[in-house]
Nanobody, 124 residues
Framework: QLQLEESGGGLVQAGGSLRLSCAAS????????MAWFRQAPGKERESVGS????????YYTDSVKGRFTISRDNAKNTVYLQMSSLKPEDTAVYYC?????????????????WGQGTQVTVSS
């Protein structure tokens, strides 16, 4: 069982920055590629980006490329999402999950119990 807990969200002014954390427990964290997703009210879950198991490769969707950075510290069982130049359209609940491929951000079928996510609100 892999359990993930997101934290670090909050209210920030447009143009500001936040760093989100995703702490893992249970199954070996370093075995997995990891991905970040977000979901705004009334919208479907949207891909943000991903990082490979070693932390050497990353992928970002076009809407966040150049503004967001994903990193990980396997010794701490944690993956991070550093967000800068935030825009109101970045407002959403942010989730992390394991993924099978970096570019597709495909979540394995065995991952069922998503965390609560962390709320990011960007004011204009």
């Amino acid at each position: 069982q892999l359990q993930l807990e997101e934290s670090g969200g909050g209210l920030v002014q447009a143009g500001g920055s936040l760093r989100l954390s995703c702490a893992a427990s249970g199954r070996a964290f370093s075995n997995y590629n990891m991905a970040w997703f977000r979901q705004a009210p009334g919208k479907e879950r949207e891909s943000v980006g991903s990082i490979d198991w070693s932390g050497t490769r990353t992928y970002y969707t076009d809407s966040v490329k150049g503004r967001f950075t994903i990193s990980r510290d396997n010794a701490k069982n944690t993956v991070y999402l550093q967000m800068s130049s935030l825009k109101p359209e970045d407002t959403a609940v942010y989730y992390c999950a394991p993924c099978l491929q970096l570019d597709t951000l495909s979540v394995p079928t065995w991952y069922i119990n998503w965390g609560q996510g962390t709320q990011v609100t960007v004011s204009s």
